[in-house]
């Protein structure tokens, strides 16, 4: 658990018999009211127009009634979970597949119509491991050494399953949506870099935007066996 302001944001972390992991970030902490005058609170279009600081108006607001002299609102917003996994799987000969779930046309094969496969796309480079969460098509990802197979003959690996979840919803050309860029996307792969460390950067506040992951990848590193390091993956809790 690590406090950030009034909020505090444990992660919880389960480990099952299967060898699978599970990580829930929880969100609590009280929110910011700032105090709207009047005896009733007012609604968002009202608060547009007597608030004009771009954080009600980017915002749906929660009425909060105190008393019958004053009123608060408090702004939706969102939180940003960054994993940064590096990921040594039985040696560090390793690759990284998106995995879709696809349904098999009729035919000789599927004659009933209701079979489907799982197909496997092999992310060569960091331009082709910018991923979003594809849910109708039960994405995942797998990070696997193909040098070392199971009792299967599969390589081993381990299975990335991001669930439900949603990028950034500031605007790239806000102020925070230029400098998490990252937040765009919910995978990024990397080659191992001991200097690249924070999605955002070193010093997100102290720069106009685009360091971090955007930066790193920009020079389109190749992700094959032993030059793939490092997975970030992207939460975007409203």
């Not at 009047?38 to 609604?43: E, H, Q, S, V």
Request: aromatic share 6%; glycine share 10%; proline share 11%.
């Amino acid at each position: 658990m690590q406090p950030f302001g009034a909020d505090r944001r444990p992660i919880g972390q389960r480990l099952g018999e299967g060898r699978n992991g599970l990580a829930q970030p929880r969100v609590g902490g009280p929110p910011a009211t700032p105090p709207l005058p009047g005896r009733i609170a007012p609604t968002r279009g009202q608060a547009d127009r007597d608030h004009g600081n771009g954080c009600a108006r980017a915002s749906a607001i929660l009425k909060v009634r105190h008393d019958d002299r004053a009123a608060a609102y408090a702004p939706y917003h969102q939180h940003i979970f960054c994993f940064r996994l590096d990921l040594d799987v039985d040696g560090t000969s390793n690759s990284v597949y998106e995995v879709d779930m696809r349904p098999e046309p009729p035919g000789s094969e599927n004659p009933y119509g209701s079979a489907w496969r799982a197909v496997p796309r092999l992310l060569r480079r960091e331009s082709e491991a910018q991923r979003l969460t594809g849910a109708s098509a039960a994405r995942t990802w797998k990070i696997v050494n193909p040098d070392v197979l199971n009792e299967f003959g599969d390589p081993v690996g381990y299975r990335l399953v991001p669930g439900a979840t949603a990028t950034m919803l500031a605007d790239p050309s806000s102020s925070v949506g230029r400098r998490a860029l990252f937040a765009r996307r919910n995978l990024w792969v990397t080659p191992h870099a001991p200097d690249e460390l924070d999605a955002a950067g070193d010093y997100p506040n102290q720069h106009p935007g685009g360091d971090g992951l955007p930066k790193w990848t920009s020079s389109d590193r190749s992700l094959e066996r032993d030059r793939c390091g490092d997975l970030a993956h992207v939460r975007g809790d409203p």
